[in-house]
């Protein structure tokens, strides 16, 4: 059975605008990586958890904070991969300077027998639609482009 990832994405509304909340992923392979990188707070969860609650669970392992509560249903998308991520949206305005995430260990350097312990997001930001279409990794654009159809339909 092919893997499924649940996430959060936040928008905040200006005057005339609307911006994308995004992580960085933390560890070594993502140090120097920026356009398609980022991503929407989400992380994998087994058949006998719900999607949202593991949406809600990933967004707080990974930003530290309390999920949000009101959610706009957004279509799932598949990865090249066969995963298939289940997102919501909510508008929520928070701080990407408190963000404190959990930590995955991982052996660094490569086969080194090193143990060493990296953030699971490392930095996180908020983005205009265009530099959040540019930032997020391309398996999960479309969650930007529905979530601006939905916002200008409200």
Partial sequence: MS?????LLLFRT???SVEFFLIHPGG???KTKDLGAWSIPKGEFTE?????????????EETGMKAPENFLDLTPLKQKSGKL????AAERNIDPEKIHSNLFE????????KKQKFPEADKAAWFSADEAKKKINPAQY????ELI???KMK
């Fill in 28 to 30: 070594p392979f993502w």
């Fill in 142 to 145: 479309g969650f930007i482009e």
């Fill in 85 to 88: 991520i289940f997102a919501w």
């Fill in 48 to 60: 006998e958890e719900n999607p949202l609650e593991a949406a809600k669970r990933e967004f707080t």
């Fill in 106 to 113: 991982l052996e660094w350097p490569p086969h080194s027998g």
């Fill in 3 to 7: 893997k499924k990832s649940a996430g």
């Fill in 14 to 16: 200006k005057k005339n």
């Fill in 149 to 151: 159809r939905l916002i």
